[in-house]
């Protein structure tokens, strides 16, 4: 379903990435992990074209969607959540996912402020796909509630909930679990569980090296921008290079 082939990324003299490649196929959950300065957020920044490659190409679908605006790489059905959290601050929970909601392009200003029965059922649609996308990140409850009055791991939630709204094929987590405390990773654990039965592939960075090997189907791990595993869980937190990319010496175990 995506595929990266020989992405390079090089800045000035350093090189953020090179001659990575891998494969994430529909409906797979699959880990990224690297120590810090690995590459990780390059490459998602690559695979959504907020930057793009020196070299190496992304395809999604069969379609090269390398050099795409990031927008139209949203429609396709690739979807990423970011490590700063940013909500509108002005708008209530549900307001928040409403916008996200591709649906809102078809109602443009004259029908917002004169809408028809048409543009009503639409409205209407916007806001119950909101409200389910709020129900699987389990904040349904404070849909009415001020964005700004949120905790932080409520806002990551509702980062997720908007990545939702836009119906992603392969959502894309960066960081999820970042600045959360034991309970909100806990539930975070739950909800991404619940997207993935709902057949969306996923592809995370997590630096909760426990949840990710508990999460993921597969894991690929990055150091000093080149790919040096990929395997499952158990194969990849025993593998000597692996951990010597973390710790720098041998150790027994990831985890």
């Given at each position: 379903m995506l595929q990266v082939k020989q992405i390079s990324r090089f800045f000035g003299g350093l090189i953020a990435l090179e001659d990575v490649?891998?494969?994430i196929k529909e409906g797979e959950l699959v880990g990224l992990m690297g120590p810090n300065g690995a590459g990780k957020t390059t490459l998602f920044n690559i695979i959504n074209n907020f930057i793009p490659p020196t070299k190496g190409s992304v395809y999604f679908k069969g379609e090269e969607i390398t050099g795409l605006p990031p927008h139209e790489i949203t429609k396709k059905g690739l979807v990423r959540t970011f490590q700063n959290v940013r909500?509108?601050?002005?708008?209530?929970?549900?307001?928040?996912?409403?916008?996200a909601v591709p649906e809102n392009e078809r109602i443009g200003l004259w029908q917002s402020m004169?809408?028809?029965?048409?543009?009503?059922?639409?409205s209407e649609f916007i806001k119950n796909r909101a409200i389910e996308c709020l129900k699987i990140v389990g904040l349904s409850h404070l849909a009415r509630r001020s964005s700004s009055s949120l905790t932080f791991g409520q806002?990551?939630?509702l980062g997720i909930a908007r990545a939702l709204a836009c119906r992603p094929q392969i959502l894309l987590l960066d960081e999820p679990s970042a600045g959360l405390n034991k309970y909100e990773t806990m539930a975070l654990f739950k909800v991404i569980q619940e997207i993935h039965a709902k057949k969306v592939a996923i592809f995370i960075i997590e630096h909760d090296i426990g949840m990710l090997m508990d999460l993921a189907q597969k894991i690929i791990v990055l150091d000093k921008g080149r790919k040096i595993m990929e395997g499952t869980p158990d194969?990849?937190?025993?593998?000597?290079?692996?951990?010597?990319a973390y710790f720098g010496r041998k150790k027994k175990c990831l985890v």
């Open positions: 490649s891998l494969e909500v509108f601050e002005h708008l209530d929970v549900l307001e928040n996912v409403e916008v004169f809408p028809l029965p048409k543009t009503r059922l639409i806002q990551r939630l194969e990849v937190k025993g593998e000597e290079k692996v951990l010597e």
